[in-house]
Nanobody
């Protein structure tokens, strides 16, 4: 009952920047966290960055200092500002939302948006 839509992906040269956005809709009450994951061909899906409702953030070591996650708890959106992009950042980026209740937590995923870093 939660829908996530990502936008902002595309082709960028090494050293460039992109800003990804994710908008959540539907039954959005009880959101515990929102974040970004990515999956490159042949790789497992990995955490890029996440933000708890209280403001705590987590970043993968590979993106610390280059990426910034920002969450708007009113609009139920989350952005990922990506800078100093390199070839290893090429992947499909997925927005993830975790919704919790007294019955437990559930994960919701967006369809993904492609980010390609190429010269």
């Amino acid at each position: 009952q939660v829908q996530l839509v990502e936008s902002g992906g595309g082709l960028v040269q090494p050293g460039g920047s992109l800003r990804l956005s994710c908008a959540a809709s539907g039954s959005i009450f009880g959101i515990a966290s929102m974040g970004w994951y990515r999956q490159a061909p042949g790789n497992q899906r990995e955490l890029v960055a996440s933000a708890l409702t209280g403001g705590r953030t987590t970043y993968a070591d590979s993106v610390k200092g280059r990426f910034t996650i920002s969450r708007d708890n009113v609009k139920n959106t989350i952005d990922l500002q990506m800078g100093s992009l390199n070839f290893e950042d090429t992947a499909v980026y997925y927005c993830k939302l975790v919704k919790c209740s007294e019955y437990g937590c559930h994960d919701f995923w967006g369809p993904g948006t492609q980010v390609t870093v190429s010269s």
